[in-house]
């Protein structure tokens, strides 16, 4: 009779179910297995591709397995990619018009260029790498980009030249070069020639390729989650005990002791055990399948009058609910370190040792460890090979939008503290602000004042003689209405008015005079 073990005893004495080990096997022909199989299995010895570290389609389902991990990728390369983007000028007069071409090729892209790079970045954040397709004007070589596209990295694999890529799909192949490559590729066989050899149908497109470096890979990146795996398969068993617990009504572990005058069967002659051993024995098999389930045990006394005593012993009654909240934490803490994310970007609330919020000093060091770096290596890629060898902008620069660590509430009331303290000025506050609330510099010169407790201390400007200019028109238009009237110059009320008008002079230029002692 054949017999699959239950278990098997490692060189380092700890033992491993069966039904584990060979889930996680790799398998000869003929052979079930629950794993997902490698669509290029066939096409590493044959077509020439390398074969990764670890099989792609088995990280990408891994998004699946684990919130913390899904909700890593998906921020990384949100923050990373999609928040957009913007031209920047990298001279005193860049050309306007490479500006105008450019900011229509990326804004009029389909998809998104946002949600194209935060696909592509969500493959290299899952997986290890990414691929963006570049697409020429009429497939010529030197042709202008027309179009770029995201590929999914898990379809592709890398051939050993490092020049040309294989893409699967079902039975479909597809074929790829890098990025100015200069040699065509036939998109269809892979077969290189030398370039402008092929039509346009036949020439090969270019892809842009992104990985997230490892010292064990010449050709393929790893990603960030790969040291903490064990923590998130560590979850899953923890999950999954804690379903099979309520699905059998928590019923707990029991250890069952069989004694008395019983008749235990005849042994197989092959495994030497009872029947009832091998009933034992497949029920505990059972257990690592459905724990806590219950055993029925049908015990055979021996002749009429035998006595059989069955005895149950509980082996564990304690409440481990508050150990696998803790367990999960751990496992939790362990996959956002491997990702670098603080858990203030995943969604999860922490306080610090204090009692505050440690969610604004934490963005700021994953911005600037994280995604920066992952910026600039994308931004660097699409600027040589977009805007400046393809539509040969040198006077301008592709930059991703950055993620805001900002707190609104602390910027303000620290301008307003500063501001009476008469270390800045109404338009460098104007300046700091106007893009978050849409504010406009003025040219008035109070407004580049320095003020302390409301008071301008550097108001460089003399208020008097802009008055005298008024009040000597005033004057002379006094003068006109007087003669025009037929008023006398010796009448008291024109002597009243000539009072008034001068007292207004020397107020003024008293006035002036003060302030510019008092710079």
């Not at 921020?75 to 860049?94: F, H, I, M, Q, V």
């Not at 015990?299 to 508050?322: H, M, Q, R």
């Amino acid at each position: 009779m054949n017999r699959k073990p239950f278990c098997y005893v490692l060189k380092t004495g700890h033992t491993v179910r069966g039904d584990i080990l060979e889930q996680y096997s790799i398998k000869g022909k003929g052979d079930e297995s629950k794993q997902i199989p490698d669509t290029f299995s066939e096409s590493y010895s044959g077509q020439g591709l390398k074969q990764p570290l670890y099989n792609p389609e088995a990280l990408a389902n891994l998004l699946e397995l684990n919130t913390y991990h899904y909700r890593a990728c998906k921020t990384k390369a949100r923050d990373t990619a999609g928040l957009g983007w913007y031209l920047e000028a990298l001279t005193d007069n860049p050309d306007e018009k490479k500006r105008k071409e450019l900011d229509e090729f990326f804004s009029d892209l389909n998809p998104p260029l946002s949600s194209v790079l935060d696909r592509a970045m969500l493959d290299y954040e899952s997986i290890g790498y990414g691929a963006l397709e570049l697409i020429r004007e009429d497939y010529k070589p030197d042709g202008k980009v027309s179009n770029l596209v995201h590929i999914p990295a898990h379809t592709l694999r890398i051939h050993g030249s490092g020049n040309k890529f294989c893409q699967i799909r079902g039975n479909k192949k597809r074929w790829f070069k890098l990025a100015e490559y200069g040699k065509d590729v036939d998109c269809n066989t892979g077969i290189e020639y030398e370039m402008n050899s092929l039509t346009g149908e036949r020439r090969a497109t270019e892809i842009i390729w992104i990985i997230n470096y490892t010292p064990r890979s010449d050709y393929y990146g790893l990603p960030d989650i790969i040291p903490a795996m064990g923590a998130i398969y560590g979850d899953i068993s923890r999950r999954d005990y804690n379903i099979a617990f309520f699905d059998n009504f928590g019923v707990p572990a029991y250890a069952v002791f069989v004694s008395g005058n019983f008749d235990p069967g005849e042994e197989d002659p092959e495994t030497g055990k009872t029947p009832m051993e091998e009933s034992i024995e497949e029920h505990f098999k059972e257990l690592a399948k459905n724990p806590h389930s219950v055993m029925v045990l049908s015990v055979p006394s021996s002749g009429g009058e035998g006595e059989v005593k069955i005895e149950f012993k509980p082996l564990s009654v304690e409440i481990k609910e508050a150990s696998f909240r803790l367990y999960r934490q751990d496992n939790r803490d362990e996959i956002l370190a491997a990702h670098g994310v603080p858990p203030y970007r995943c969604g999860i609330a922490e306080t610090g040792s204090l009692g505050g919020s440690t969610a604004q000093e934490s963005t700021e060091i994953y911005k600037m460890s994280v995604i920066q770096p992952r910026q600039e290596v994308l931004e660097n890629l699409i600027n040589l090979y977009i805007v400046w060898n393809s539509f040969e902008a040198d006077g301008w620069m592709f930059k991703l939008a950055e993620i805001d660590t900002s707190d609104e509430k602390h910027d303000v009331d620290m301008m307003s503290k500063i501001f009476e303290k008469g270390a800045i000025t109404p338009n460098q506050i104007i300046r700091h602000f106007k893009d978050r609330f849409g504010l406009e510099e003025s040219n008035h010169p109070a407004m580049n004042a320095h003020y302390v407790s409301g008071n301008p201390i550097d108001l460089d400007i003399d208020l008097g003689s802009d008055v005298e200019k008024v009040l000597k028109s005033l004057y002379d238009d006094i003068l006109g209405v007087v003669v025009k009237n037929g008023i006398s110059g010796d009448s008291p009320e024109y002597k009243e008015l000539l009072d008034v008008i001068g007292s207004f002079k020397t107020a003024t230029r008293l006035a002036g005079s003060g302030r510019k002692q008092t710079q």
